[in-house]
């Protein structure tokens, strides 16, 4: 009986492939260099299902759909990657199509944020939870964001919805890598925090064992706020540790203000900082979301880490797969 | 044959009731002062709907439904007002149950922004524009919001979704009824464009034409903005304008990046100022919003001014039926 999903998520780096069940549980996964243009990246893609399929003795007739998680600029309807920046050659790829040519296995196509959002809902805390509305921040280089509402994803009229990253919160402020300012991202992002602790290192004569580690190394990160702000006690990175968690409660706020989700979901790197992060954006967000209605929707960390891309992706090809809609 | 839908749209100094088709066009309608108190403000509310069915003379057996749209904080699913601000003795009324018990048809309840927008989608210029997806922002008193995601509203999970007013657009900015700061609809609402006026007329000495309506009215609105920027060429007044439009537009772009809809609609008092307004939100969306898609979203005004709410009403009584969710 064909119970097994694919889950492929294609990263700029690695491809990981893992097999899930229908309970959203991940049996196996194997991680494979992505490679360089199309052919490569389509033939790495389809050698990694095939090694996982042997690896954990499974027959192709008992996987009944395989879903991608791809970067870029998707058409999730047609399963084409419309432009992905990481990705030499992917330029209106039929990826979908190419893909399950390889494998005889039909399946779908979304972006890595969206799949990594409903991994967490299928297979993560928000399974264990039991909610059918969520909305997950994932906190890495920038901030990606997922919308799920009534167990489904919010993909949006263009396949755009959910760029939770690049909601305005200071205006004026930051110069954005998209070209605007003062986007979330550059101010609640794991990189955000890294450089905007350099910059007021920098700009100011505040005493700070974080200036040890810039004078070390070069550079501060967000795992150097936390350490320092956590550990060590250090008033300068407590503050700036503060005001991303404030920042990142502003960015929550206004997502509980659009689809009312049961729960908040932070992943992604900055996560590693367990509840360092989450009580004080709990707190926050309870000092932000007025109280028409109580604060309900609670705010948990992920748990999937970063498998959560290839369950999600398993997901959706299982919630296709039970409305008809596999290509 | 029940093919008609009955509208009651409950407001804190008149309710209007109307009969409306299947397709969203309004029959007739009549407006009743509210009154006082559950039991005469429920009389009130069937009253007029039998008012406009003799009117129209139409039998309660073509009556397929009602809707009632309410202000306060509502249980949707059961139809109760949990509490509303403006009408004494709201408190945990079962609203539907006691209307419906007066006419003998069955219905549903949805707040009064919801319905608004779902009117614009059902009746208005979205049914023109053929979208299922679109955002509405009410600009009145305060800045209201709908959320319509595939042809249904986005209610949330404690039925407070697409509160758009209280964004926070200005971290730590003017203070806002809910208790916080820099909230959308202290920037970009009809009384906000007013009151922003006013204090900057009384901080500053720069000459503006709006001075002599303070002086005369001893307050500026927001249609004293729009005139004076519009025909009497003020550059105060339009720069105020500007500010007004540009803050919208931020709020309009955060929408865009969580559901991607095919349409933002602005409605309510200050649509009044027509292309003025349409074409600077406008401006100021495509510049604010990045280009990872094109901007695709239309930005339109609203078309059904008052009558919004009751024609959203009955839509959304229409759209229960259908799904055989009455109560």
Redesign the interface.
């Known amino acids: 009986m064909a119970d097994l999903y694919l889950g492929i998520d294609l990263g700029g780096t690695n491809i990981k492939t893992g097999l899930v069940r229908e309970d959203g549980k991940l049996l196996d996964a194997v991680s494979v260099p992505t490679g360089k243009g199309p052919d490569s990246v389509i033939g790495n893609m389809v050698a990694s299902a095939k090694q996982v399929m042997g690896k954990t003795r499974v027959d192709k007739a008992q996987v009944a759909a395989l879903g991608i998680a791809s970067p870029g600029?998707l058409d999730t309807v047609h399963g084409i990657v419309k432009m992905a920046g990481n990705l030499e050659g992917f330029i209106n790829l039929p990826l979908l199509e190419r893909v399950r040519a390889g494998l005889g296995i039909p399946g779908v196509l979304e972006n890595d944020a969206n799949a990594a959002a409903f991994g967490e809902y299928f297979g993560g805390i928000g399974k264990t939870k039991g909610?059918?509305?969520m909305v997950l921040f994932t906190l890495g280089t920038g901030v990606g964001g997922g919308?799920i509402?009534q167990g489904e994803l919010?993909?949006?009229?263009?396949?755009?919805?959910?760029?939770?990253g690049?909601?305005?919160?200071?205006?004026g402020g930051i110069p954005?890598t998209?070209?605007?300012r003062g986007c979330l991202e550059r101010y609640a992002s794991a990189s955000a925090c890294g450089d905007r602790a350099m910059a007021a290192l920098q700009s100011s004569k505040e005493p700070s064992t974080l200036r040890e580690v810039l004078a070390k190394n070069g550079a501060v990160t967000s795992a150097d706020v936390v350490y320092h702000a956590e550990t060590r006690h250090d008033a300068f990175a407590d503050r700036l540790w503060d005001e991303t968690c404030r920042f990142l409660a502003?960015g929550c706020?206004?997502?509980l203000?659009?689809?009312?989700?049961?729960l908040i979901v932070l992943a992604g790197g900055m996560v590693k900082a367990g509840e360092f992060l989450r009580a004080r954006v709990e707190k926050y967000i309870k000092e932000?979301y007025?109280?028409?209605?109580p604060m309900?929707?609670g705010i948990v960390l992920a748990v999937l880490g970063n498998d959560a891309g290839l369950i999600g992706a398993a997901g959706l090809a299982r919630q296709a797969r039970e409305k008809g809609k596999l290509r």
């Open positions: 600029a909610v059918k509305d919308i509402y919010i993909r949006g009229s263009h396949d755009v919805a959910a760029e939770l690049h909601m305005v919160i200071q205006p954005c998209c070209g605007r502003m706020v206004t997502s203000y659009h689809t009312d989700p049961e932000l007025f109280d028409l209605a309900q929707a």
